[in-house]
């Protein structure tokens, strides 16, 4: 099984910068989307955004020049740098990540989420 493990969370003040990272883990594993979204307090989990295995990057609008995700093919591990933090952007993220695994004999596909990482950003 597919295990997803997120790092990079904590505080900082308004308008600083915070970069999470996720690493996935398990046998053979072929990803083909790897992404971030995040859930505030009584709010619905959201994207806030996704890559490609080819390289596609999509965005919340609210993240939109300010955010940039990036995945390593070769490490399995994806990132999100944020920027312009504002106190809206306090969340739980979550990392997911979609694709095929290797199995005892065979591949299949696997969709799995993080724990998920604290970032509280102060006015």
């Known amino acids: 099984q597919v295990q997803l493990v997120e790092s990079g969370g904590g505080l900082v003040q308004a308008g600083g910068s915070l970069r999470l990272s996720c690493a996935a883990s398990?046998?053979?594993?072929?990803?083909?989307?790897m992404a971030w979204y995040r859930q505030a307090p009584g709010a619905q989990r959201d994207l806030v955004a996704s890559?490609?295995?080819?390289?596609?990057?999509d965005y919340a609008d609210s993240v939109k020049g300010r955010f940039t995700i990036s995945m390593d093919n070769a490490k399995l591990t994806v990132d999100l740098q944020m920027n312009s933090l504002k106190p809206e952007d306090t969340a739980i993220y979550y990392c997911?990540?979609?694709?095929?695994?290797?199995?005892?004999?065979?591949?299949?596909?696997?969709?799995?989420w993080g724990r998920g990482t604290q970032v509280t950003v102060s006015s």
């Open positions: 997911h990540a979609e694709g095929f695994e290797r199995g005892s004999s065979t591949w299949g596909p696997f969709n799995s």
């Open positions: 890559v490609t295995i080819g390289g596609r990057t």
């Open positions: 398990g046998n053979m594993i072929s990803p083909n989307t």
